[in-house]
């Protein structure tokens, strides 16, 4: 793997992150089509944070940290950091002082998978991280990488410059073309959401919001009373 | 999978839920003979939270949450909503507008074997929650399934009416005729261990209350200085 | 498996021990040459605790507490107790009465490779535990083992006396005649850190700091702007 | 668990067994509406062999083989042991000899929801296995449960009498009162797919023969040209 | 998620194909500096078959096989079916009717990161096959997906016409831009392996043959007897 | 990590690892007190070869194979190699070039607790491998670490010079100092085993050879015919 540091790649615009920060991970995958997210065991290190920003990519090599240095350059304003490896590792790849580093640059956060350590500092800190898993397993700087090429996490492709949304409920990655119409089709996702919380606040059934009657009796799904199903059951 | 709804099932005596309710998931455990856990996988989304309810079931299709709607319209006070699935899944079956619904209907809390989504809007509004996984994929509603059959969940039978408590340890299933008994015996061994931790504060040794030296002995267990045990090791 | 309950072996000093409570399980760790960790596996209970304290070690059979009980009486200020089974077990060994009996004597906390219950109660109570799985499984008495015996968790072997450090980010096991050395050169890595720390704030680069640059250039890394790149890609 | 050893459950007829016996795993678990499945972690030690028999189950506890020894007795010709443990264990409980103890009461295999061992001699005796492990891992004789009462696995429920079938693909099970007409439905299924087969060697496709051009339609999935596709991938 | 299916995507050339198929997955992927494969958990149905084509993508829901049906219309000759889901999966979504339909195409055989049933019928009709699991798990034709979109599995990103080579050792995909150069990079680490093979066959050590004793002695690592090492230990 | 290589450490004697090489991985551990055995996740990649060897030991660093090319030299025959790393790896560290470097010097076989690759080709050669994972992924030759230095395994350590066993039941590790009186137990176990098999084959039941009856009454383990146990189920 010779390895390349791309400088520059487009991002998404500001204004465009700043839109999708608004809305929670699950309604923007959403207003995606339900696609996007990095799969449920990147978990967050933090409760209750919601961050957007504009990814910086790493692949690396497992149990080496090299690349996320070359990477911390390559960082900036309303970035996060995505860091991934050839192959699979929970090793302690990154810690407090990266992340003392990324935040005098204004990145908003890191979502790596591997493993990530001084936790309670990161917490303390306000840098929000979401990561595979927990591991003060400590790495090397010794084998090349990549900065800013695509990289893919749990059947998710990533690009430098790709939108990063991520909170309580995980990670979702916007292509960064998409980033305005998804920002408008989750902005509608949630007025919808809003008048369905209504009305189920008001005690109306998704049965007959969603007109799902129809299609359990097409299903062949039927109703029976608890004596009826016991008696066929024992039949 | 033809699928059917179950209407009106038997359910365990609401005073006999409320005893439950005293007692933490081991102690419950503990007073069915260490039976009726769901595996340790199961987890709360929650911290410092205690549940007792009777279980309204749901088997439902992987990533297809169309039989919750269904199930819905079976829950009442003193519910707790237990869904699983016909094969494994990581999806976000279940999400806070659900638990709007469900919460304005009486229902204490979900137990869920897959996925779950909103998890910061769930604990905000106070709906207690236990699943397999957190994740924000959504899902389709285009396969039928059923609503309060007996579902098996790591090993464990749920029927509905059966009474569920749930707290930071895990869950545990109570059959509905046994819930008067089980907490009656939750009662007894709480008392048995409230002896105990003042026995255990004043120093005495689980050796001696429990009368273990003996089976020690019986095992063939002996005791050895740190020397004579390293002497032998050497040897 | 016959047993054996080994008596008064050799601690480390306690000053070394509370030495080293100064330092995070990374830190002690990357001083120890980046060994000694055991896996990420092995999670906290409770957030933002550290403790330090020497091993009293459990080598226990699958669903079975008796050797804990023994144990109890093998342990005293400043110990930390070390729990692992013959082979893979989530059960509950471990709960709220046992730790009574242990705080009183004046232990530390625990680390046991299976599962734990009584979690929230462990927390009222601020007696520190990191374990594989939380799980209320109970247990039976019935199967001898051994105490104070060297054991393996993760790859780590983990003897009686030898220092145990855990917090947020795990736990790391020092070898009892490694401590003071340990401890010193933990001291050494915390300086070194603080004086990267403020390099980073000033905005130094680790590429800089660390001369990675040529290293980046020997292993054949380049650097091309993103048009030179997927020019390259399309090539 | 007290446990409680039953004798003589009813079972289902040989002769429906034997008529099961003929169908693959995938063929009954569909004849049965897509259910009775253990899970894909539970592997043949074999490859190659399809075996039928009625249940009779084990429940005990974890590294601990006492209840199997009870179950012999209980075994009889055309039965297979189905063996799960009150809490996950990879543990060998079973090997060499309870296979010939097995064999020479005429018992046809063993599921295990645990380890195995002596797998090497399984094979050579033609001893039929199922196991969610291989392990040595051996076992003491010290604590009690239950043999036929009905167990769970992987999400099923499995009772005396039960007809199991296993094959390369895995484990079903079939309840007694519905071998006949679930034996009856796979013999249709088996014809369907006859025809089926046919077809597809003579070019038909999927799609024509199921009538699934329209449901692409309905669902909104559209045919594009790779050129019309990347156009709008990049627009 | 509106799915598309593209039609007539680029492939990499047949001679290329054919050209990578007289390697092994290790030396492929070496020839693409350390890249390409999937991972470990994607295993072999069979033992010893080696095959290369070109990939037709399939993206579908869990649980439901439709988008394979609209796969088997753009499969022909050379082909290898690649499947994957939009959430983890482990059903069996294919078996040896689909694989009927596709090898009266010409197609070589599947890798799917699901489930797989009929796996003994794959194996006699000789249709090789790759997957996450095993398991007679039926599915539904309810919801839509694509085909020949790219698509992502386990970190590596797969398009339309890539080259996948798999064997025992696992699964690798070449950009379909780089088969001839990644054909002739194999051939050259083949001769390069072919001499260390003969080197090593004459007794030539790795150590002298890499030049590697240098670098050991640059990374600090010594040589020592047991008795220095042993006295240092307990030192 | 600076890094150690061990030369000359004291071996099992040949006579003994023979000896052992007589008996099954079970019968070996149950010989030990039922200790010994490295988890159920190392598996063999061939089917039906047993060996025994004395212990060469390598400690590296995840997706590094520099050290074993240093193991290479220490290796003669009659040992096995061991190779673990400092976390958790599935590369593929091992394959048919280092294996015919082994085979040359008379190694009988690796354990390792990573990846290995080239299986077929190993296989075709008869060089006996175990491992954690099949994985075709390279590695690099940047990281020192160590061989023969005592390493763990699953929570067993392992020694150079310890006796390994193997076959397809998984891997056993004997103390090099307890090789005779191991194999001295094993042959006693053996006929014990021999003993019980005939009686087994006569039809005598495991409850009354090993009075299995009395236990399960102390227990409280009843008796009741299927009627008297569904009766009381439903009171």
Same mark, same amino acid.
């Given at each position: 793997?010779?390895?390349?540091?791309?400088?520059n790649?487009?991002? +998404?615009a500001?204004?465009?992150?700043e839109?999708?920060?608004?809305? %929670?991970?699950?309604?923007?995958?959403?207003?995606?089509?339900r696609? %996007?997210?990095?799969?449920?065991? &990147?978990?967050?290190v933090? $409760?209750g944070?919601?961050?957007a920003g504009t990814?910086v990519t790493?692949?690396?090599?497992?149990?080496?940290?090299?690349? &996320?240095?070359?990477?911390v350059?390559q960082? %900036?304003?309303?970035?996060?950091?995505?860091?991934?490896?050839?192959?699979?590792?929970?090793?302690?790849?990154f810690?407090?002082?990266?992340?003392?580093a990324? /935040?005098?640059?204004?990145?908003?956060?890191?979502?790596?998978?591997? #493993? &990530?350590?001084d936790? /309670?500092?990161?917490?303390?800190? #306000?840098?929000?991280?979401?990561?595979?898993?927990? @591991? +003060? /397993?400590?790495?090397?700087?010794?084998?090349?990488?990549?900065?800013?090429?695509?990289?893919?996490?749990?059947?998710?492709?990533i690009?430098?410059?790709?939108? &990063?949304?991520?909170?309580?409920?995980?990670?979702?990655?916007?292509?960064?073309e $998409?980033?305005?119409q998804v920002?408008?089709?989750?902005? +509608?996702?949630?007025?919808?959401?809003?008048?369905?919380?209504?009305?189920?606040?008001?005690? /109306?059934?998704?049965?007959d919001?969603? %007109?799902?009657?129809e299609?359990?009796?097409?299903?062949g799904?039927?109703?029976? @009373?608890?004596d009826?199903?016991?008696a #066929?059951?024992?039949s």
């Open positions: 793997m010779s390895g390349v540091i791309v400088t790649p487009p991002k +998404a500001a204004e465009d992150v839109a999708l920060a608004a809305y %929670g991970v699950a309604t923007v995958s959403e207003a995606m089509g696609t %996007g997210l990095l799969g449920p065991e &990147i978990r967050p933090q $409760q944070v919601r961050v990814a790493v692949l690396g090599w497992p149990g080496d940290n090299l690349m &996320i240095h070359a990477a350059e960082c %900036g304003e309303g970035d996060i950091l995505v860091v991934t490896t050839t192959s699979p590792s929970t090793d302690g790849l810690g407090e002082l990266f992340a003392t990324l /935040q005098q640059r204004g990145v908003r956060g890191i979502v790596i998978n591997t #493993g &990530i350590r936790t /309670q500092e990161l917490r303390e800190m #306000g840098f929000a991280a979401w990561s595979r898993a927990v @591991s +003060a /397993q400590g790495t090397v700087k010794a084998t090349g990488g990549s900065v800013n090429v695509p990289v893919a996490v749990d059947g998710r492709v690009r430098p410059g790709d939108v &990063i949304v991520a909170d309580d409920d995980g990670v979702v990655v916007v292509p960064r $998409q980033a305005r920002a408008e089709a989750s902005e +509608a996702r949630e007025q919808k959401e809003a008048a369905t919380r209504a009305a189920f606040l008001e005690g /109306q059934l998704g049965l919001r969603y %007109g799902l009657r299609k359990l009796a097409q299903l799904v039927t109703y029976q @009373s608890y009826e199903y016991t #066929g059951e024992r």
